[in-house]
């Protein structure tokens, strides 16, 4: 069986409120492995998005740990999660967060050009160079059929468009694993669908990790598995 891409291990997230502490998650633990498509349920205010801004090294937990490409980061200092983030994590969130003076394909490339401008790796390209990366880009777009706005600004496309550039830009590095906040909060069924099935698709031929947090109870159908987040405790998990 595959390594975990990902691992949360106790994971317990707390905040300063007056003289209290605020637990918004309790002992979390959470595996998942490549190609898996993890929906995670939950009210607004249980915590779901403090687990993604975990998982993606973007917080700090107040115990436990958490792991990431199989490697330990309770002790890394930011410079090298920075570095963990770029080589392992993809993030898409509920506003695509395009820039607008840039066409699309540009958007797409943005973080992989950051990244290597950084002297950071890309598993992508198996080193610092930039090999290949903009065919990577337009591929992408095609296989998320919207090949044909590749340069053009994101004004001129709609909401789904656009959160479907945004899903390219997050998958084009080669991450292990895709964290996704709400991608389809603001989009209407048919667009949020068809970004689901898009995202589940790529998953299942790049073997990319996906945990996508969610109000969107039609998501479990698009993952491979659900779990329930309930006063920043994991319930059980449905197949």
Known sequence: MAEPVVEARGLCRSYPQ?????????AVDLSVRPGEFVAVLGPSGSGKSTLLNLLGLMDHPTSGEV????????????????????????????F??????????????????????????????????WPGLESRALELLKALDIERHAHRPPRELSGG?????????????????????????????????????????????????VVMVTHNESSVGYATRSVHLLDGRLAASAA
């Open 161 to 209: 468009e656009r959160q479907r550039a945004a899903v390219a830009r997050a998958l084009l590095p080669g991450p292990g694993v895709i964290l996704a906040d709400e991608p389809t909060g603001n989009l209407d069924r048919p667009n949020a669908e068809l970004v689901f099935s898009k995202l589940r698709q790529l998953a299942d031929a790049s073997g990319v990790a």
């Open 96 to 129: 695509d967060a395009l820039m607008p003076e840039f066409t699309i394909l540009e958007n797409v490339l943005m973080p992989a050009r950051i990244a290597l401008a950084a002297g950071r790796e890309l598993a992508v390209s198996g080193g610092k160079g």
């Open 67 to 94: 792991l990431l490409g199989g490697s330990a980061t309770g002790r890394t200092s930011e410079e090298e999660r920075a570095g963990l983030r770029n080589r392992h994590v993809g993030f898409v969130f509920q």
């Open 18 to 26: 007056g003289t209290a502490q605020v637990h918004v998650l309790s």
